[in-house]
């Protein structure tokens, strides 16, 4: 079955930077796109990026736009989120998810990002 | 990029059936057959029940359906059951091949 692990998370400082890792099992990796959402603490769903299958093509939410770099590596069924220039309204916790027919259709359990001086 | 609108909540009895709405614009629910819904438990992961409008993931109960008119997409929930309870939010395929989640909709069982 699908399995989707997220890790990385944690405490940073307005203005830092943190790299979101999530590691996929159960499924063939290279060939879905891969997203990241994130929800902020008692707060709705709100997604933050998208990338291909084979990496080539990433879009992402005008709230992150060049501040989060979304990436993946096929050969270690590994996708990525780095974050840069973090505000505390980035407080969430970020979960990345399974991409197919223009749905999320598995998610991970999530991880804690927590912008706090 | 605004968020999707949903009513804050909707509440119905056991056995009857209740309708979410999700009102977007042109930009988004208007212009693409690409909605999906996803139910949420507190403190749990949110699970995908509707995508393309009204095809449901295998798995999902068909007390669960979706439909769309114009900019405006719609959950209903048939025969409502206790473990209905949860947070509702709607998800759409945007300009620019991005994405905008909803604002939520707690169902409650009365």
């Known amino acids: 079955q699908v399995q989707l692990v997220e890790s990385g998370g944690g ?5 830092g930077s943190l790299r979101l890792s999530c590691a996929a099992s159960g ?9 990241w959402a994130r929800q902020a603490p008692g707060k709705g769903l ?10 080539s093509n990433k879009f992402y939410a005008d709230s992150v736009e ?3 770099t979304i990436s993946r590596d096929n050969s270690k069924n590994t996708l990525y989120l780095q974050m840069n ?20 259709d598995s998610w991970g359990q999530g991880t804690l990002v927590t912008v706090s001086s | ?9 909707v509440s119905g009895s056991p056995g009857q059936s209740i309708t979410i709405s999700c009102t977007g614009t042109s930009s988004d629910v208007g212009s693409y ?16 029940m509707i995508y393309e409008v009204s095809k449901g993931p295998s798995g999902v109960s068909n007390r ?34 991005t994405y905008v989640f909803g604002t939520g909709t707690k169902v409650t069982v009365l």
């Not at chain 2, 990029?1 to 909540?9: F, I, Y």
């Not at chain 2, 057959?33 to 995908?48: A, H, I, M, T």
């Open chain 1, 11 to 15: 405490v940073v400082q307005p203005g």
């Open chain 1, 27 to 35: 499924f063939t990796f290279r060939n879905y796109g891969m997203h």
């Open chain 1, 46 to 55: 709100e997604w933050v990026a998208v990338i291909s299958y084979d990496g």
């Open chain 1, 66 to 68: 060049g501040r989060f």
């Open chain 1, 85 to 104: 220039s973090l505000r505390p309204e980035d407080t969430a916790v970020y979960y990345c998810a399974k991409g197919t027919d223009f749905s999320l």
């Open chain 2, 1 to 9: 990029q605004s968020a999707l609108t949903q009513p804050a909540s």
């Open chain 2, 33 to 48: 057959n690409l909605v999906s819904w996803y139910q949420q438990y507190p403190g749990k992961v949110p699970k995908l």
């Open chain 2, 64 to 97: 669960f359906s979706g439909s769309k008119s114009g900019n405006t997409a719609s959950l209903t929930i048939s025969g409502l059951q206790a473990e209905d309870e949860a947070d509702y939010y709607c998800c759409s395929y945007a300009a620019g091949s």
